[in-house]
């Protein structure tokens, strides 16, 4: 499933290739890609003539926003990609909606699995309002009623790479809590766009087992956490992504992060730092990867 820096990717080409566009026409091949508004057919009325002006990320969404400030939201998820082609390419069967551009290239939103959504929402502040406070439901009601833009991610976390998220909204964040690092770092209402990979990593880079509970950690680990997962973002975005399932970015190709990942599906292998072998194990129902070297077990607390 792409994550923070595959979604950052595809935004990133996105932008390059389609900012001053203008959608002509819809043609949804699959009605349960929309999601909102409903029924597709109004979705299609309703982002003909749009004109691009630019296109960013929100957590693992990509955002298109429109120049009359409405957004058209596009969640990947496990197979969902977005393609620029030119006129006259043949016609594929995992089209799910096809945006036919005014230039003749047509936009495709390619999606074999099709758990992927399709979003179109007035525009307004993006900004979270923060889990815990305000409208938490994750489903969207398809209803009469428009649900402006920054309500799609009032469940959100922070974004990971913002200058917003300091080491102290971690350790805020972190807190008294007792869930397992592992479990917190999937969890898209602790920190938005971190996933399977990109946890591991993190948790590798920053020396921390993932069974560790928030409420163990001292400053110093807080500190190599905040870090290493801003790293391992970073590196992922400047490799254009980890390849793995089907993710690819806009002209088709796979990106280049999975070789130059550390622990991730490499279980028994040499680890990069100590050169004992690389572990497994289920968290969350995820499949876990970390050095047991490295990442030493957390040792069971004793009462005062
Ligand atoms: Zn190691």
Same mark, same amino acid.
């Given at each position: 499933?792409?994550? %923070?820096?595959? &979604?950052?990717?595809?935004?990133?080409?996105?932008?390059?290739?389609?900012?001053?566009?203008?959608?002509?026409?819809?043609?949804?091949?699959?009605?349960?890609?929309?999601?909102?508004?409903?029924?597709?057919?109004?979705?299609?009325?309703?982002?003909?003539?749009?004109?691009?002006?630019?296109?960013?990320?929100?957590?693992?969404?990509?955002?298109?926003?429109?120049?009359?400030?409405?957004?058209?939201?596009?969640?990947?998820?496990?197979?969902?990609?977005?393609?620029?082609?030119?006129?006259?390419?043949?016609?594929?069967?995992?089209?799910?909606?096809?945006?036919?551009?005014?230039?003749?290239?047509?936009?495709?939103?390619?999606?074999?699995?099709?758990?992927?959504?399709?979003?179109?929402?007035?525009?307004?502040?993006?900004?979270? &309002?923060?889990?815990?406070?305000?409208?938490?439901?994750?489903?969207?009601?398809?209803?009469?009623?428009?649900?402006?833009?920054?309500?799609?991610?009032?469940?959100?976390?922070?974004?990971?790479?913002?200058?917003?998220?300091?080491?102290?909204?971690?350790?805020?964040? %972190?807190?008294?809590?007792?869930?397992?690092?592992?479990?917190?770092? %999937? *969890?898209?209402?602790?920190?938005?766009?971190?996933?399977?990979?990109?946890? *591991?990593?993190?948790?590798?880079?920053?020396? %921390?087992?993932?069974?560790?509970?928030? *409420?163990?950690?001292?400053?110093?680990?807080?500190?190599?956490?905040?870090?290493?997962?801003?790293?391992?973002?970073?590196?992922?975005?400047?490799?254009?992504?980890?390849?793995?399932?089907?993710? &690819?970015?806009?002209?088709?190709?796979?990106?280049?992060?999975?070789?130059?990942?550390?622990?991730?599906?490499?279980?028994?292998?040499?680890?990069?730092?100590?050169?004992?072998?690389?572990?497994?194990?289920?968290?969350?129902?995820?499949?876990?990867?970390?050095?047991?070297?490295?990442?030493?077990?957390?040792?069971?607390?004793?009462?005062?």
């Amino acid at each position: 499933m792409p994550e %923070l820096p595959e &979604v950052e990717t595809v935004a990133r080409d996105l932008h390059r290739a389609v900012t001053g566009a203008t959608i002509r026409d819809a043609t949804v091949h699959w009605d349960r890609t929309i999601r909102h508004p409903q029924p597709p057919e109004r979705f299609v009325a309703e982002i003909a003539g749009a004109t691009i002006r630019r296109v960013s990320r929100r957590a693992k969404t990509v955002l298109l926003h429109l120049e009359d400030g409405r957004v058209m939201t596009v969640a990947l998820r496990m197979t969902g990609a977005l393609l620029v082609v030119p006129e006259g390419t043949p016609a594929d069967p995992y089209v799910r909606v096809a945006f036919a551009l005014t230039d003749g290239r047509e936009l495709r939103y390619r999606d074999i699995r099709k758990f992927g959504r399709i979003g179109l929402w007035p525009g307004g502040g993006l900004k979270s &309002v923060g889990a815990g406070r305000g409208a938490r439901s994750k489903r969207v009601a398809e209803d009469g009623r428009m649900y402006r833009i920054g309500e799609v991610f009032s469940g959100h976390g922070p974004e990971p790479l913002s200058s917003g998220f300091t080491v102290e909204r971690l350790k805020a964040r %972190l807190g008294r809590r007792s869930a397992k690092l592992k479990t917190l770092l %999937l *969890d898209q209402s602790f920190i938005a766009g971190v996933g399977n990979i990109y946890a *591991d990593e993190a948790l590798w880079r920053a020396r %921390l087992h993932p069974l560790r509970t928030a *409420d163990s950690l001292e400053e110093a680990e807080i500190r190599r956490l905040h870090r290493s997962i801003r790293k391992v973002l970073r590196e992922g975005i400047a490799n254009r992504g980890s390849s793995f399932s089907d993710y &690819v970015s806009t002209d088709g190709e796979p990106g280049e992060n999975a070789e130059r990942l550390m622990v991730y599906r490499r279980t028994d292998q040499p680890c990069y730092r100590c050169g004992r072998p690389i572990s497994r194990l289920v968290v969350a129902q995820r499949s876990t990867h970390f050095c047991p070297r490295c990442q030493p077990q957390p040792v069971a607390s004793v009462g005062p």
